[in-house]
């Protein structure tokens, strides 16, 4: 009974029933999703043979579910990268049929995944990045597994650098140019100035992330020094009562301390935020929703970047294409790579370095013949 109740995470209920007595729990690898059994020892003897006799003989399918189940309860994961995984595991594992999916996970080999891997991107049509997601989550299953004492491969240490994907977009693709900058900022303000106005500009004044902005409060601002601090962010959790509740959390992107940072205000920023300060003054958010008591959403702030993208005859990016002009423009004004990775809260520069771009989309023949002489 003690083994049983240390790793089975489901409340054991009952008695139930007047004439036949029955207990009952919760088991997600099963479809019914719940184990009936005449007695508490008859379901103790079920789960103890689930978990240590029949270890050998989970399914990959089972452990994936067993997964899901245990993030969405303890929020190990937000709302949104568990959405990711459920999209990708279905359309991609379960939808190519992978060979293995309904094989007990400790007797899948190394061979067979990477064999799913090559057919899965056979032709090249596959992007790199849509396999890396793809990848990402069969990882998580095999470490979950590892993780739970379910003896399997590491499927993370699988080479697959020799397979073939879709050729890399352009460089220019998903970010915006300087010019495209400059009218975005001119569209912002010619329209009626509102919260989600002020938040584009303000995100085009910070190297910050959507869920960073969100998570700014007034008490991270110090306008005496020209500096905000950046040491939340906004994560969306799945309650007993709503399907996605925003929580302010300090744990910043990557885990890392890193993340958290203070960084300088431009003369455009102070005046956004002075404007906020002015017109919502009844929150404790800096860029507070209609009600006050909650900061903007992502996907409003993004529909409104698109309308004014629409104005300014710009093609739309979202708030990340955003981020990626910033950091480029760091890079194109010469400030140091340290300073850069810093003020973008990436722990290590290679990462910083990817979202260097090209926002300059004219050339300087002067200078190039200078050079190339």
């Known amino acids: ?88 595991w279905n359309k991609y594992v379960v939808g190519k049929a992978a060979k293995w999916l309904d094989k007990p996970i400790a007797k899948v080999l190394t061979g067979q995944v990477y064999e799913f891997y090559r057919i899965l991107t056979a032709g090249g049509e596959m992007k790199h990045s849509t396999f890396c997601n793809v990848k990402t989550v069969i990882n998580a299953v095999f470490d979950y597994a590892i993780n739970n004492d379910i003896p399997c ?66 008490g991270d601002v110090d306008l005496e020094n020209r500096t905000v601090k950046i040491a939340h962010q906004m994560v969306d959790v799945k309650t007993d009562k709503v399907n996605r509740h925003a929580v302010r959390s300090n744990i910043m992107k990557g885990k890392k301390e890193a993340g958290k940072r203070v960084a300088p205000l431009s003369d455009r920023a102070i005046r956004v935020i002075k404007w906020l300060n002015a017109n919502c003054s009844n929150s404790i958010w800096l860029l507070p929703n209609r009600n006050g008591h909650e900061p903007i959403y992502t996907n409003r702030f993004n529909e409104n970047l698109k309308k004014i993208c629409d104005q300014a005859g710009v093609k739309y990016f979202s708030s990340h294409g955003i981020r990626f002009h910033n950091i480029s423009a760091m890079y194109d004004a010469g400030i140091d790579e340290k300073t850069i990775q810093r003020l973008s809260g990436h722990t290590t520069p290679e990462m910083t370095r990817h979202y260097n771009k090209a926002i300059d989309r004219t050339y300087d023949d002067a200078k190039i013949r200078a050079v190339l002489g």
């Open 153 to 218: 491969i590491k499927t993370s240490l699988i080479s697959t650098n020799k397979l073939p994907f879709a050729p890399v977009s352009d460089k220019w693709d998903g970010v915006y140019s300087t010019e495209d900058k400059q009218k975005i900022l001119a569209a912002c303000e010619k329209s009626k100035p509102t919260v989600y106005t002020k938040a584009i500009e303000l995100m085009f004044c910070l190297d910050i992330r959507i869920g960073e902005l969100r998570a700014l409060q007034k």
């Open 1 to 88: 009974i003690k083994q049983v109740l240390q790793v089975h995470k489901y409340k054991i209920s009952g008695p139930f029933g007047k004439k036949q007595v029955y207990y009952t729990t919760r088991c997600p690898w099963v479809e019914s999703q719940k184990v009936n059994r005449s007695s508490y020892d008859d379901l103790i003897d079920y789960l103890y043979e689930h978990y240590f006799d029949s270890i050998d003989k989970i399914t990959v399918r089972e452990v994936y579910a067993q997964m899901i189940q245990e993030y969405e309860k303890t929020h190990v994961l937000s709302n949104l990268t568990l959405a990711h995984y459920k999209a990708d």
